[in-house]
């Protein structure tokens, strides 16, 4: 069965502190690993993905994830996290194929303490 | 930045009432999604579009729900009765395969309309 498990519900980081969230997934075929973030009450942006190539992807606000396939795993990591991090984080499989539809894991809440 | 948009972004209904939500993907985007989210999970797929045709329905509950796109560009979701269990955060996204290749793009995510059914 394909499917994203993120094994963290809610983690709390200083401000300052690294980051790193987890992601494993099941897909039964070359998969194109998404990380998106959303804020309370809003849609959900994207933040890296990995389609091939180097296994270590950067994206947007200083974070970047590793594409791991002997672990099936694709962690997101961020060095310094800032309060303006808080949100909810979900990682997402789709495939090759145009069009096909992401599979998502149940989502990461992040809280930031100062 | 071209972006998906939605409306209404918020929605309060009595159950048994009709609601309807609109999404504009983004312009020359192919692939039209509608994603379902409950509090607290992560988004499932509903329906998804190619162009006008229906590509992807089977999660989609066609007892009470329904979904077009009658052009091509916008899309209209539709809720017949609403129940209790139908509040939730709509999602629509859009995508257009990479031009050659067919291969798999990025998925745009709109603001979503969150449902309460009171």
């Known amino acids: 069965a394909q499917s994203v498990t993120q094994p963290d519900i809610h983690i709390t980081v200083s401000e300052g502190a690294s980051l790193e969230l987890r992601c494993n997934y099941s897909?039964?075929?070359?998969?194109?690993l998404f990380w998106y973030v959303q804020s309370p009450g809003q849609g959900l942006q994207l933040l890296l993905k990995?389609?091939?190539?180097?296994?270590l992807v950067q994206g947007i606000k200083g974070f970047e994830a590793e594409f791991k396939r002997s672990q099936s795993s694709f962690n997101l990591r961020k060095p310094s996290v800032h309060w303006s991090d808080a949100a909810e984080y979900f990682c997402?499989?789709?495939?090759?194929?145009?069009?096909?539809?992401?599979?998502f894991g149940k989502g990461t809440t992040l809280s930031v303490s100062s | 930045e071209a972006e998906v948009a939605q409306s209404p972004r918020y929605k309060i209904t009595e159950k048994s009432q009709a609601v309807a939500f609109w999404c504009d993907p983004i312009?020359?985007?192919?692939?039209l999604y509608w994603y379902r989210q409950i509090l607290g999970q992560g988004p499932e797929l509903l329906v998804q579009?190619?162009?006008?045709?229906?590509?992807?329905d089977s999660q989609l509950p066609k007892d009470r729900f329904s979904a077009e796109r009658l052009k091509g560009v916008d899309s209209t979701l539709k809720i017949q009765p609403a129940e209790l269990g139908d509040s939730a955060m709509y999602l629509c996204?859009?995508?257009?395969?990479?031009?050659?290749?067919?291969?798999?793009?990025?998925?745009?995510f709109g603001p979503g309309t969150r449902l309460t059914v009171l």
């Open positions: 312009s020359g985007h192919a692939t």
């Open positions: 996204a859009s995508s257009s395969p990479n031009p050659g290749t067919g291969e798999t793009d990025t998925q745009y």
């Open positions: 990995y389609f091939s190539g180097d296994t």
């Open positions: 997402a499989v789709g495939g090759y194929q145009a069009g096909t539809a992401l599979i």
């Open positions: 579009f190619q162009d006008e045709s229906v590509v992807d």
């Open positions: 897909y039964g075929a070359t998969p194109y």
